[in-house]
């Protein structure tokens, strides 16, 4: 069973750090890209940052300059390196995995989209 694992959230003071850890374990083959979205209260989900095979980064806008995203040397890793956090980055935060090949039973390729079970960041005072 393929599956992503996450962990690092918690309740955090404004303008402090945390990392977010992403693993994915399983019969994987490649993934191609590696993910983070978010969701607030009364929001809907978005995208905070992404990664390629190739380490093409991308964050959006509300993240940029303060988020980074990571590949681990570990194979099928991810991290997110938050800093400067402020109270409107409380979100639970998910891993994603776009583009997944993971190898069947059979032995044969599917493809496959994965999400992590999700890890609440908390910024308050």
């Known amino acids: 069973q393929v599956q992503l694992v996450e962990s690092g959230g918690g309740l955090v003071q404004p303008g402090g750090s945390l990392r977010l850890s992403c693993a994915a374990s399983?019969?994987?083959?490649?993934?191609?890209?590696l993910g983070w979205y978010r969701q607030g209260p009364a929001k809907e989900r978005e995208l905070v940052a992404s990664?390629?095979?190739?380490?093409?980064?991308s964050y959006s806008d509300s993240v940029k300059g303060r988020f980074s995203i990571s590949r681990g040397n570990a194979k099928h890793t991810v991290y997110l390196q938050m800093d400067s956090l402020k109270p409107e980055d409380t979100a639970v935060y998910y891993c994603?995995?776009?583009?997944?090949?993971?190898?069947?039973?059979?032995?044969?390729?599917?493809?496959?989209?994965?999400w992590g079970q999700g890890t609440l960041v908390s910024v308050s005072s």
């Open positions: 994603n995995a776009k583009d997944v090949l993971a190898i069947s039973p059979n032995g044969g390729l599917k493809h496959l989209e994965l």
């Open positions: 399983g019969s994987i083959f490649s993934i191609n890209t």
């Open positions: 990664v390629t095979i190739g380490n093409r980064t």
